[in-house]
């Protein structure tokens, strides 16, 4: 049925990590769910494309674990980084207590695309493309739906509750007006790719030297690298030249620099621009917001996606019964904040404490190498320490788990 005029009971504007999942679980729990993501697919570069044992525990909850884990990916069991010439173990999560002890390297298109896949068998999911939420439908101050441009122009959704899933740069958020705290981040990030040589370690591991942090993500094929810069840098670093970025490269990368000539133009690396911040309430009467929309994370310890993951999870074990039994109030977006508020501001506490301690100290350190922060070294020297930054990256402050028994509420042919 054509979704314009229609009344659904969730929109979610944004079909990311924290989308996609919140509509599935919704789809599974009976819920009419729509969910709006603005691309004609999942194809974009340099996304989180770390799945943490947390998401794969409920990838095991909802049963979709072994299908999931068939699909081409990568393991780490363990982080480390190299500082100087001393190779420092960082993270250990072969002890986590979870099915799968290591994270899964997977593009996050066809993680999404998962999501997807199984989302559509619910008949009450369903989930528009080239669809973006520009505007918010209100009365008497209580959010009613949303406004979208669509593959054939204009649209308007009504829905119960809105929920705002559209990434860092929220559209819904700010017409939302809901009031943003930043915290700061002393760095942004440029993404490339090289390719994989024989010679090449086999783990992901980070690079910290004097004045430069790089870290390489083995992705079986080819290495997905991050060059660590000062905040607001990337202009400076153009204005020097490509040639001069691609050695600075080369001299980081093990085994030789030959491989620099696959950065072609400087259209083959990508900025992200680190925010960290945070709504100071993440609700209005009829709107929700979860993920980065809520809460935009440091690329530190790639833990974003968890959070997201983990918001989706809550939010549909909390919202799914009023949603489906028309009896949504506004304590019951309340709740979702109060569950997913203390373990995203102790995430963030710990991710800006490592920005400061570490990275920025590191950025700014010039000369001979210096020794390894005092965080790294207690980790080299203790080796149960690692189990605590395992625990932080691999699960999080508050790991969520699929409610049981919602999926007998609406079976994938409809029947009750």
Avoid at 29 to 48: I, S, Y
Avoid at 72 to 95: K, M, N, W
Avoid at 159 to 187: F, K, N, Q
């Amino acid at each position: 049925m054509p979704i314009e005029g229609r009344a659904v009971q969730c929109c979610i504007a944004g079909g990311g990590p924290a989308g996609m999942m919140l509509g599935l679980l919704l789809g599974r729990a009976g819920v009419e769910t729509v969910v709006l993501e603005k691309h004609a697919d999942f194809l974009r570069d340099f996304r989180g494309d770390t799945i943490h044992p947390s998401t794969l525990e409920v990838l095991h909850e909802l049963g979709l674990l072994e299908e999931f884990l068939a699909l081409p990916h990568q393991r780490v069991e363990r982080l480390s980084g190299r500082v100087g010439q001393e190779e420092i173990p960082i993270a250990d999560f072969t002890r986590l207590p979870v099915r799968c002890g290591f994270i899964a390297l997977m593009p996050q298109w066809t993680f999404l695309d998962f999501l997807a896949r199984h989302a559509k068998i619910f008949p009450g999911f369903r989930l528009c493309m080239e669809t973006e939420a520009v505007d918010l439908i209100e009365e008497a101050g209580v959010v009613k739906g949303v406004r979208a441009q669509g593959p054939s122009g204009p649209l308007a959704i009504r829905a119960a509750l809105v929920v705002g899933a559209d990434g860092r740069h929220s559209t819904v958020r700010e017409r939302a007006g809901l009031e943003v705290e930043t915290l700061g981040a002393p760095m942004d990030v440029l993404w490339f790719r090289l390719s994989r040589a024989p010679g090449d370690p086999g783990q992901t591991m980070g690079r910290f030297e004097a004045g430069r942090i790089f870290v390489m993500i083995n992705h079986g094929t080819h290495w997905q690298i991050g060059y660590v810069i000062p905040k607001g840098s990337a202009e400076r670093l153009r204005a020097a030249g490509l040639d001069r970025f691609r050695d600075t490269v080369a001299a980081l990368l093990p085994g030789g620099g030959e491989r620099v000539a696959e950065i072609r133009a400087w259209d083959d690396v990508k900025l992200l621009t680190v925010v960290v911040d945070r709504l100071r309430r993440w609700f209005r009467p009829g709107l929700l917001c979860i993920g980065d929309a809520a809460h935009a994370m440091s690329p530190v310890g790639g833990v974003g996606i968890n959070l997201a993951i983990q918001d989706a999870v809550a939010a549909a074990n909390l919202l799914a019964a009023p949603l489906r039994d028309g009896t949504l109030t506004t304590g019951d977006l309340a709740r979702v904040e109060r569950r997913r508020r203390w373990p995203t501001r102790v995430t963030q506490r710990v991710q800006v404490f490592l920005q400061e301690r570490v990275i920025a100290r590191t950025l700014e350190a010039r000369g001979p190498q210096a020794p390894p922060p005092l965080p790294l070294r207690l980790l080299q020297r203790h080796p149960l320490l690692r189990r605590l930054p395992g625990r932080l990256i691999g699960m999080g402050v508050r790991p969520e788990h699929v409610q049981r028994g919602a999926e007998t509420v609406a079976k994938p042919d409809g029947s009750e």
